[in-house]
């Protein structure tokens, strides 16, 4: 699976929105978008995932780039259960395979 | 709502045993996966499995094997338990091979003295 990268760390005030980037230069046209968060002291949660178009759902918005290199997950409002780690995730669905490649996210620290 | 359990949420073992840990989840899912998860290194992938009795190696499955004779169970097996396995165990499932998210247990953080 492709790679991505993505800033080690973010800050956000509470109640303001939070733009998380992910740079997935090699990423391919069979290449899902996909992001996790991991909540302290838990196993990580899906958020969202897109292939070409915004999505959005009750947690968050995915916004993808014209040309699919990068994307941005949004959290409209931020709030304090929000601070984790925030993965960003590229899965090829033409291998067939499920599983799922985790680098070290992006931790957002939420302020009070 | 999915639900994927680990037996333990702790566990403290000593070098040489030999060490199970179980993870079942209860939505009849054909996908199970087993990560570790280290300070710095994120999430690694050590074994999954797509259908019962079948297993794939992941990116680190050395000092590992696995187990799954029923379809909602799936066990890492560690044989002979070395320091350098003290970790945080992750368990997921999902469904089918689709763009199917991944359901996560609480996780296990074994210590190996």
């Known amino acids: 699976d492709a790679k991505t990268t993505q800033p080690n760390s973010m800050e956000s005030n509470e109640e303001e929105p939070v733009h998380l980037p992910c740079n997935h230069s090699?990423?391919?046209?069979?290449?899902?978008i996909h992001w996790y968060r991991q909540l302290p002291s838990q196993g990580p949660e899906y958020v969202i995932h897109?292939?070409?178009s915004n999505v959005n759902n009750r947690m968050a918005s995915l916004a993808i780039a014209e040309d699919r290199k990068s994307s941005t997950l949004i959290l409209h409002r931020a709030t304090l259960r929000d601070a984790a780690v925030y993965y960003c995730i590229l899965r090829d669905v033409s291998t067939g395979a499920n599983n799922l490649f985790f680098g070290t996210g992006t931790r957002l620290t939420v302020i009070p | 709502d999915v639900k994927v359990t680990q037996s333990s949420r702790y566990l403290v073992k000593r070098t040489g045993e030999k060490v199970f840990l179980e993870c079942v989840q209860d939505m009849d899912h054909e996908n199970m996966f087993w990560y570790r998860q280290d300070p710095g290194l994120g999430l690694r992938l050590i074994y999954f499995?797509?259908?019962?009795?079948?297993?794939e190696k992941g990116d680190i499955p050395e000092g590992y094997s696995v187990s799954r004779e029923k379809k909602e169970r799936f066990s890492l097996i560690l044989e002979s338990a070395s320091t350098n396995q003290t970790s945080m165990y992750l368990c997921?499932?999902?469904?089918?091979?689709?763009?199917?998210?991944?359901?996560f247990g609480p996780g296990t953080r074994l210590t190996v003295t």
């Open positions: 897109g292939l070409t």
């Open positions: 499995s797509y259908d019962v009795k079948m297993k």
């Open positions: 997921a499932s999902s469904a089918g091979t689709g763009v199917y998210e991944q359901y």
């Open positions: 090699t990423i391919s046209g069979t290449d899902y």
